[in-house]
């Protein structure tokens, strides 16, 4: 896929990051949110990876950053441990 084409993403309430650039993190965090509160999906697991933790300190910042987000904290050991972020959204 080129670059120049959108990139479909699977509403379903999980977004891997991984291919995602950094420099588009905050609006497609935000846009994501919304499109999953259209679902009618108020939990939202964001998967960042481990690495050195900057993709992680960005999205926990984007999320504080969001009206719609009531809480968020890492991901369980079978959800990604710390390489992903559990946010649970107003209904």
């Known amino acids: 896929m080129s670059s120049d084409e959108p990139y479909r993403i699977e509403i379903n309430g ?3 990051l ?3 650039s950094p420099k588009d993190l905050s609006t497609l965090i935000d846009e994501y949110i919304d499109a999953c509160l259209e679902k009618e999906i108020y939990e939202v697991r964001f998967i960042h990876g481990k690495g050195m933790g900057n ?3 960005s ?3 984007l999320l504080d950053r969001n009206p719609h987000v009531i ?3 890492n991901a ?3 959800g990604g441990g710390w390489g992903a ?3 649970n ?3």
Do not use: C, G, M, W
């Open 85 to 87: 972020t559990i946010a």
């Open 18 to 20: 991984h291919a995602f």
């Open 71 to 73: 809480e968020y904290q």
């Open 89 to 91: 959204l107003k209904p």
């Open 59 to 61: 999205v926990h910042s």
């Open 55 to 57: 993709i992680r300190r």
């Open 76 to 78: 369980n050991e079978s």
């Open 14 to 16: 999980v977004l891997d």
